[in-house]
């Protein structure tokens, strides 16, 4: 049995969207700049994603622009500042935005990385506390990718008020509602391929009036703000797809998501990494102690099951994940945690397996590791 | 990212366990890295008079890289002399495996410390 529980990382492309799509390489192949009925087709069809998105996070379609991705979304965002300018992020941040900020310090801007707490919420006095007169942005993810926690945007943009607010709303965007106006966002960065979209597709919200520091230059597309070709089978797609979410999917993914939380937890000594109640509807994020999670999960690869670990192994920098460290887990379990992410194509029998496989390979890894006997 | 035989032993690892009365123990590695090996292992004699290891067990919390090492450190060096074993580098270890990713290599050395640290405190128990 095959099963992808790796969601968060990319889903799978609707059928129906690479028919569509099909139909933008072959016959509707216009440059949306040029002028003839070839280009302006492809235009049309343009600001058809445009108004889609838009309208999913109540707004109008001359404040979105399309990117790359959710990463260049992010790059674009941060790339704002100015020397002597201050951000202020969060320590759970994807690291399309931490490594930006961690770039943007070395060019002279302050940045200031807000702790989180052991569920992985930001602490809001904490962030009324570290804003100055430079304080320029605020940029705080939604659904964060790892362990799912959902911040507050709302109460987070009621103390942004004379200063700009970026969400990184990638693993959120339609799962949860976003409403830009409500939470007072000035910038959002989404991404096609989370939601059964093509990859290579993003999407930014500017706010009317905001300047961007041009990234990629050479054309006047997307407003002045990001030059190049659209690449636009890739945004009927993205657009597309959110027209084929469905309010009952989220619904059916978090009673599969609780469910797989609550037999996963029965095994001994596993722990839940986020919180219970504000959490992304596919993401299941455990501890499993005494196990190093590379192995968990190249073991459930060989029995089929695709998952994604936080452990240092798999990474490239022999480092746990910045984020599991920041909920304060000591690195021991940091290393044995994985991420399981559902979507609407999982289903119950899928799970089953699932927990089976994991009860397996977590009783074989623990009877090999020494380290049983010292937490006795 | 791992090779065919990597895979294939860290699937089937071969002589993890525990020996009771062990001649020697060897316990490397740290888990805030994410990697605990250790090892003990079974004095015996060969008919010539001379000491062979004669069984060698371990356990390993660690990747893939480090299980697989952990496994093929041990079938290298059962029914070795002690100077013999005493001779298996990690690189012997990671070229048995057929390679491993360049990131990976501080596994092999912690299976080689692993057996040297074990057959180190055979000899320590062994002045006694």
Not at chain 1, 225 to 232: A, F, I, L, Q, Y
Not at chain 1, 313 to 337: R, Y
Not at chain 2, 42 to 68: H, L, M, N, P, S
């Given at each position: 049995?095959?099963?992808?529980?790796?969601?968060?990382?990319?889903?799978?492309v609707?059928?129906?969207?690479?028919?569509?799509?099909n139909?933008?390489?072959?016959?509707?192949?216009?440059?949306?700049?040029?002028?003839?009925d070839f280009?302006?087709?492809?235009?049309?069809?343009?600001?058809?994603s445009?108004?889609?998105?838009?309208?999913?996070i109540?707004?109008?379609?001359?404040?979105?622009?399309?990117t790359?991705?959710?990463?260049?979304?992010?790059?674009?965002?941060?790339?704002?500042?100015?020397?002597?300018?201050?951000l202020?992020?969060?320590?759970?941040?994807?690291?399309?935005?931490?490594e930006?900020?961690k770039?943007?310090?070395?060019?002279?801007?302050?940045?200031?990385y807000?702790?989180v707490?052991?569920?992985?919420?930001?602490?809001?006095?904490?962030l009324k506390?570290?804003?100055?007169?430079?304080?320029?942005?605020v940029?705080?993810?939604?659904?964060?990718?790892?362990?799912?926690?959902?911040?507050?945007?709302?109460a987070?943009?009621?103390?942004?008020k004379?200063?700009?607010?970026h969400?990184?709303?990638?693993?959120?965007?339609?799962k949860?509602?976003?409403?830009?106006?409500?939470?007072?966002l000035?910038?959002?960065?989404f991404?096609?391929?989370?939601?059964?979209?093509?990859?290579?597709?993003?999407?930014?919200?500017v706010?009317?009036?905001?300047?961007?520091?041009?990234?990629?230059?050479?054309?006047?597309?997307?407003?002045?703000?990001?030059?190049?070709?659209?690449?636009?089978?890739?945004?009927?797609?993205?657009?597309?797809?959110?027209?084929?979410?469905?309010?009952?999917d989220?619904?059916?993914?978090?009673?599969l998501?609780?469910?797989?939380?609550?037999?996963?937890?029965?095994?001994?000594?596993?722990r839940?990494?986020?919180?219970?109640?504000?959490?992304?509807?596919?993401?299941?994020?455990?501890?499993?102690?005494?196990?190093?999670?590379?192995?968990?999960?190249?073991?459930?690869?060989?029995?089929?099951?695709?998952?994604s670990?936080?452990?240092?192994?798999?990474?490239?920098?022999?480092?746990?994940?910045?984020?599991?460290i920041?909920?304060?887990l000591p690195?021991?379990?940091?290393?044995?945690?994985?991420?399981?992410?559902?979507?609407?194509?999982?289903?119950?029998?899928e799970?089953?397996?699932?927990?089976?496989?994991?009860?397996?390979?977590a009783k074989?890894?623990?009877?090999?590791?020494?380290?049983?006997?010292d937490?006795k | 990212?791992?090779?065919?035989?990597?895979?294939?032993?860290?699937r089937?690892?071969?002589?993890?366990g525990?020996?009771k009365?062990?001649?020697?123990?060897?316990?490397?590695?740290?888990?805030r890295?994410?990697?605990?090996?250790e090892?003990?292992?079974k004095?015996?004699?060969?008919k010539r008079?001379?000491?062979?290891?004669?069984?060698?067990?371990?356990?390993?919390?660690?990747?893939?890289?480090a299980?697989?090492?952990?496994?093929?450190?041990?079938?290298?060096?059962?029914?070795?002399?002690l100077?013999?074993?005493?001779?298996?580098?990690?690189?012997q270890?990671?070229k048995k495996?057929g390679?491993l990713?360049?990131?990976?290599?501080?596994?092999?050395?912690?299976?080689?410390?692993a057996?040297?640290?074990?057959?180190?405190?055979?000899?320590?128990r062994?002045?006694?």
């Amino acid at each position: 049995m095959e099963v992808y529980l790796d969601n968060s990382a990319t889903t799978q492309v609707d059928g129906k969207i690479i028919k569509l799509m099909n139909k933008y390489f072959s016959e509707n192949y216009g440059n949306p700049s040029s002028l003839h009925d070839f280009g302006r087709r492809a235009k049309e069809s343009l600001d058809k994603s445009r108004e889609i998105i838009a309208k999913k996070i109540n707004t109008n379609k001359d404040e979105i622009i399309f990117t790359s991705g959710g990463s260049e979304s992010n790059n674009l965002a941060l790339n704002i500042l100015k020397e002597g300018d201050h951000l202020i992020t969060t320590k759970i941040e994807h690291p399309s935005i931490f490594e930006t900020a961690k770039n943007l310090e070395r060019k002279g801007i302050k940045v200031t990385y807000l702790n989180v707490n052991k569920e992985g919420f930001v602490d809001l006095d904490e962030l009324k506390k570290s804003i100055n007169k430079n304080t320029k942005l605020v940029s705080i993810i939604h659904g964060n990718n790892e362990i799912g926690v959902i911040q507050d945007l709302e109460a987070i943009g009621k103390i942004c008020k004379n200063i700009l607010f970026h969400t990184d709303a990638v693993q959120s965007f339609c799962k949860i509602n976003i409403d830009v106006n409500k939470f007072n966002l000035s910038l959002a960065s989404f991404s096609s391929h989370k939601i059964h979209g093509p990859k290579g597709v993003g999407a930014l919200y500017v706010k009317k009036g905001l300047e961007l520091n041009k990234m990629i230059l050479g054309g006047h597309q997307e407003m002045n703000k990001r030059g190049g070709t659209e690449n636009v089978p890739g945004i009927v797609g993205f657009g597309e797809a959110i027209k084929l979410i469905k309010e009952n999917d989220i619904k059916r993914i978090g009673e599969l998501r609780d469910f797989l939380i609550k037999e996963l937890l029965k095994i001994p000594r596993t722990r839940l990494n986020g919180s219970k109640n504000k959490r992304l509807c596919n993401n299941i994020n455990i501890s499993f102690e005494l196990i190093e999670g590379e192995g968990l999960m190249l073991h459930l690869d060989m029995k089929g099951v695709k998952v994604s670990t936080g452990s240092a192994c798999s990474s490239q920098t022999l480092e746990p994940s910045h984020v599991l460290i920041a909920i304060g887990l000591p690195h021991e379990i940091a290393h044995g945690s994985i991420r399981f992410s559902l979507s609407k194509n999982t289903t119950k029998k899928e799970l089953l397996y699932t927990i089976k496989k994991v009860k397996e390979v977590a009783k074989l890894l623990r009877k090999i590791s020494p380290l049983k006997d010292d937490t006795k | 990212m791992y090779n065919k035989k990597v895979l294939d032993y860290f699937r089937h690892p071969k002589n993890y366990g525990v020996i009771k009365n062990y001649s020697g123990r060897g316990k490397v590695g740290n888990p805030r890295c994410g990697d605990i090996m250790e090892l003990h292992i079974k004095i015996g004699k060969d008919k010539r008079g001379r000491e062979i290891i004669k069984d060698v067990k371990w356990q390993t919390f660690g990747c893939a890289a480090a299980i697989a090492t952990s496994s093929m450190v041990t079938e290298m060096v059962k029914g070795k002399t002690l100077e013999e074993a005493k001779k298996i580098s990690n690189q012997q270890v990671t070229k048995k495996l057929g390679g491993l990713p360049p990131i990976k290599t501080h596994c092999s050395i912690l299976a080689e410390e692993a057996l040297d640290s074990a057959i180190k405190d055979y000899e320590k128990r062994k002045k006694k």
